[in-house]
């Protein structure tokens, strides 16, 4: 993708989910919006689900009495809804949708077995990210945003059915990859997002019909002077 389609493609994303272009085809200095956007995926849906958006807010904002508590720790990671709005965000919309291709170690004398079938030497094998993540037999309504897939834990106790299908949702959800060749900053990762979307609710943003409206939330942005 060239330069120019980037800045389109931002702009047009700033329609949807703000109301307004975030101009970076015009302003250097917003380029670097991009960059923040896997950090601020979730925000993009958040405006659309507002009912999403309201419980994630509440939870946040009960959570932290104050900006500079919102920290690694043992508070951020009570924030259950905050990471299956996160985890719900890599799902729909994985930074690596592609096929992670694979082929046999060479120097390893056993074969390599995919579902029963021996795959040559020199031959790539792989599975689609997004296509995976997008099974309906795995992820009910796999297009639709619902967080709360990732938190039906108390009722699948009691079912084991219910039980088994979620350890198979679990195991097809591969935004970070699987294995040796997995993602070596995937901790890292979610010590970025959960810091950043929750600090974005904590400080600013108030769902207003379709949009997302980014303005100080009463003296709060005085803690994001000084924890920033
Ligand atoms: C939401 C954020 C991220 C996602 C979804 C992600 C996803 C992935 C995926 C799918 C792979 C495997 C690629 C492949 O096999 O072709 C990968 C590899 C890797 N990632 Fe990430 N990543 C993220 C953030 C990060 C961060 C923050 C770092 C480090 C600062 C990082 C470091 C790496 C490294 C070093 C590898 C290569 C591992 C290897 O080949 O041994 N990633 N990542």
Known sequence: ?????????????????????????????????????????????????????????????????????????????????????ID????????????????????SPEPLVVDGDIIPPGTLAGVGTYSLMHNPEYFPEPFSFRAQRWLDEAVEEEDPKAKEARAIMRRAFIPFSLGDRGCAGKALAYSEMSPTVTKTLCFMADHNGPNLVFRAREDYWEDLVKTS
């Open 1 to 85: 993708m060239t330069p120019r389609c980037k800045y389109l493609a931002t702009d047009i994303i700033g329609h949807l989910a703000f109301g307004h272009a975030l101009a970076t085809q015009t302003d250097e200095a917003l380029r670097l919006i991009p960059r923040a956007f896997a950090g601020l995926n979730p925000v993009v849906y958040l405006s659309r689900y507002s009912a999403v958006y309201a419980r994630l807010a509440n939870e946040i904002r009960t959570t932290f009495s104050s900006g500079s508590d919102i920290r690694q720790g043992p508070l951020l990671a009570s924030c259950k809804y905050l990471r299956a709005v």
């Open 88 to 107: 719900e965000t890599l799902r729909i919309c994985p930074p690596t949708p592609r096929v992670m291709w694979r082929e046999k170690d060479p120097l």
